[in-house]
């Protein structure tokens, strides 16, 4: 049985909904993407941005420790996304993630994890100070 006139009206309307790449245009849709972190991805603080800056430093060129500093920042009240956990945890999540950067720093694993922990750092402190929701 051959198609009638309006579905190849409808099936050419179609396939000029869609893109050169084939996918379906979407105007007037939202898509909300979350992150889902680990506890030592989200016990990073929100620190301001200075602090941020100078702990990505440390983490360049000795790591861990600026993620030694970073811990510290939680004692002094800096927010993170573990509220549901005491402070004393999640300073001890960040001691944690320090030791392991220094630890696998020999090869080249931690220094690398330790840099990109300072570039997660800087991060968090931009939209912090941009006043953007934390929903990575």
């Known amino acids: 049985m051959e198609p009638s006139h309006k579905d190849a009206e409808t099936a050419a309307a179609a396939a000029s909904a869609t893109d050169p790449r084939g996918a379906a245009s979407s105007s007037g849709v939202v898509v909300q993407v979350r992150e889902k972190?680990?506890?030592?991805?989200?016990?990073?603080?929100?620190?301001?941005?200075?602090?941020?800056?100078?702990?990505?430093?440390?983490?360049?060129?000795?790591?861990?420790?600026?993620?030694?500093?970073?811990?510290?920042?939680v004692l002094c009240g800096a927010r993170t996304d573990l509220p549901d956990r005491h402070v004393c945890c999640v300073f001890w999540l960040n001691i944690a993630a320090a030791l392991i950067q220094v630890l696998t720093a020999i090869v080249m694993v931690g220094w690398i994890m330790s840099i990109f922990w300072g570039m997660d750092m800087v991060i968090l402190a931009r939209y912090k100070e941009q006043g953007i929701p934390q929903q990575l």
């Open 37 to 73: 972190k680990g506890p030592l991805r989200a016990a990073i603080p929100y620190m301001p941005f200075p602090v941020a800056v100078i702990c990505l430093f440390l983490n360049t060129f000795v790591p861990g420790l600026g993620t030694f500093v970073s811990a510290f920042t």
